[in-house]
């Protein structure tokens, strides 16, 4: 894998991957108050007060090599639109987990998910020559779920009280991935996804969060 302390730019159609910086923080702000997501009691999004916080938790983890952060952005707008990352990164082993994602509601349904995955799965199986990535989500988090599979994701197992949530309750943990091996076929279908979205206004489900 390539040195994960290296900034990653990556740009698409309609939106762009961007280290994520704290002069991100007020655009950050914004968007998670669209829709109020921090709300959805299964999810880890951050609530406004907290952005700050957990801007520097996720910079803190790439400090110590377990994360890459990033802020997605929207081409037309220029404005960061929500937050995504590689993350529980396993040099050795050539692994890595996308998670961390959350998208204003507003953005939502738009192909930027699928758009964004498409650009955060080609640099990981293409530059930093991963055998798989992961996706973990809330056994409750169905639109995630939904989301997660329609990209090609292939369910591992579930993880039964596998975290304790801030609320006290207990998580089933979804994980999911693909292989390199599945990588051509996943990536043609990514592809197709993003051509039946722009021909037919077929809208993806909705991503509130996975992690």
């Known amino acids: 894998m390539i040195n994960i302390?290296?900034?990653?730019?990556?740009?698409?159609?309609?939106?762009?991957?961007?280290?994520?910086?704290?002069?991100?923080?007020?655009?950050?702000?914004?968007?998670?108050?669209?829709?109020?997501?921090?709300?959805?009691?299964?999810?880890f999004v951050p609530e406004p007060q907290k952005m700050h916080e957990n801007i520097a938790t996720r910079l803190g983890m790439q400090t110590d090599g377990n994360m890459i952060p990033f802020t997605v952005v929207d081409n037309d707008s220029g404005n960061p639109i929500g937050m995504t990352t590689f993350m529980n990164i396993d040099t050795t082993n050539r692994r890595l987990e996308i998670g961390g994602t959350w998208y204003r509601k507003s953005i939502q349904r738009t192909g930027i998910n699928t758009e964004c995955k498409q650009l955060l799965l080609s640099h990981a199986f293409e530059i930093m020559n991963c055998i798989a990535v992961e996706f973990r989500t809330h056994a409750f988090n169905q639109q995630s779920r939904r989301g997660i599979e329609r990209i090609g994701a292939k369910l591992d197992g579930i993880l039964r009280n596998h975290m304790i949530m801030?609320?006290?309750?207990?998580?089933?943990?979804?994980?999911?991935?693909?292989?390199?091996?599945?990588?051509?076929?996943?990536?043609?279908h990514l592809e197709f996804l993003r051509n039946k979205f722009v021909i037919e206004k077929t809208y993806e489900p909705a991503l509130a969060t996975q992690s």
């Open 166 to 188: 801030p609320n006290g309750t207990l998580r089933d943990t979804y994980v999911y991935s693909i292989t390199a091996s599945e990588w051509p076929t996943v990536k043609a």
């Open 5 to 43: 302390t290296e900034p990653i730019i990556l740009k698409g159609e309609k939106c762009s991957v961007i280290p994520l910086s704290f002069e991100h923080h007020d655009a950050l702000v914004d968007s998670v108050k669209d829709g109020a997501l921090w709300n959805l009691w299964y999810t």
